[in-house]
């Protein structure tokens, strides 16, 4: 379970900082995953031995760990910004969804069934043992871990099966600070209505608040800093700006990204279109792409966005034969033979299944034999 863990000598480190510290969000995509990777490459920098930590993490994109186990993506960045190597008590459950009720469940990185929302939460009071043996393990060996939360921790309908947010920092005495995302607006109503709806127990777990994605001068929000302060107690420790260019791994698809690279598809520009499944997973292998000189990666959802693009990719999915369903809803299946013949199409992993001439499927979807795209000769 843990052959992949790089032990480390306890003690102090050479800032003298040891504990642990747990960033929650307001919503998803709030900025948690980016806080954490940017506290583990500071603290790193400063001789700290830390760690990151997601107890429970939903994505479809994953990190393999040397030993071959799975934790989320995001997790296993953190631990490289933080210059140590990724393992699996970083990230001790992984849901992947395969659909819209039921995802895969990975316990310390080994896959332990398809169970739908109902009967993982039923699961959950055994799990938090699992969850606060992993914490601990990575306390004995790091000066600092820090912890991310999952969506929002006042999710007041899930908060007696919470394994993610604050009752992890209430049962093992962590302090938290929320993040809350200014771009999107309503920045102050989020923060104020995430600890107002909390019980008193986790809403003393709460230390501080955190505003990210701001584009102008700090000091525009004084008065508002302030105000909100008076309301809850709590004080802002930071306003976080805006930064263009920051490609972190997102950690799923709600973080997807507009089209970047390149500003625009001009005539010395690979346009490269992704077809965007609605289950989509490790669409971070495009990001490489994405970030080259000369190249604009855009999303598509519609045959009628296709244009005429240089390059067409069909993506990883976790669910292959549903997303080939609508992938022919959508008619896509007739408008990719209609491109241009210089178009390349790439498919990768489930889009390269949807490529080949049939899906033989047993296991993911139980359909049996399905017809592919046909424009490959294979079968999988």
């Not at 004995?140 to 604050?166: H, R, T």
Request: proline share 6%.
């Amino acid at each position: 379970m843990t052959e992949d863990r790089v032990r480390r000598s306890p003690g102090a480190s050479p800032a003298g900082l040891r504990g642990a510290l747990m960033v929650c969000g307001t919503t998803s995509d709030a900025g948690k995953s980016r806080v954490v990777t940017g506290l583990c490459r500071a603290l790193a920098r400063q001789g700290v031995k830390v760690a990151p930590f997601k107890a429970q993490n939903m994505a479809l994109n994953s990190f393999v760990t040397r030993s071959g186990h799975e934790i989320g993506r995001a997790q296993g960045v953190q631990a490289l910004a933080a210059g140590v190597e990724p393992e699996v008590d970083m990230n001790p459950i992984l849901l992947k969804p395969s659909s819209d009720r039921t995802s895969q469940v990975i316990v310390l990185g080994e896959p332990v069934g398809h169970l739908d929302a109902v009967t993982y939460h039923a699961t959950k009071p055994e799990l938090r043992t699992t969850v606060l043996a992993a914490l601990d393990r990575l306390r004995a060996c790091f000066d600092v871990v820090i912890l991310e939360g999952a969506g929002s921790p006042a999710e007041i309908n899930l908060l007696d099966g919470d394994l993610v947010n604050l009752w992890l920092a209430d049962a093992a005495g962590i302090p938290a600070v929320v993040v809350g995302d200014i771009d999107r607006g309503g920045v102050f109503a989020s923060l104020y209505g995430t600890v107002a709806l909390l019980p008193h127990h986790l809403r003393s777990r709460v230390q501080g608040f955190l505003i990210n994605k701001f584009r102008s001068e700090p000091d525009l929000l004084a008065p508002g800093l302030a105000d909100l302060e008076a309301r809850t107690g709590i004080p802002t420790l930071g306003v976080l700006p805006w930064i263009d260019g920051l490609h972190l791994d997102a950690e799923d698809s709600l973080a997807l990204r507009r089209p970047w690279g390149d500003d625009s598809a001009g005539p010395d520009t690979l346009d490269v279109c992704v077809v965007r499944f609605p289950r989509i997973s490790n669409f971070t292998d495009l990001d490489a792409l994405a970030l080259e000189s000369g190249v604009y990666v855009r999303y598509v959802t519609h045959p009628a966005a296709l244009g005429e693009p240089d390059m067409v990719i069909l993506p990883g999915t976790k669910a292959t034969v549903a997303d080939l369903a609508w992938l022919r809803a959508r008619g896509f299946d007739i408008a990719l033979p209609g491109l241009d013949p210089s178009t390349t199409i790439l498919g990768i992993c489930g889009g390269y299944q949807m490529l080949a001439h049939s899906i033989e499927d047993q296991v993911e979807s139980g359909a049996g034999t399905v017809e592919g795209l046909g424009r490959l000769p294979a079968k999988t």
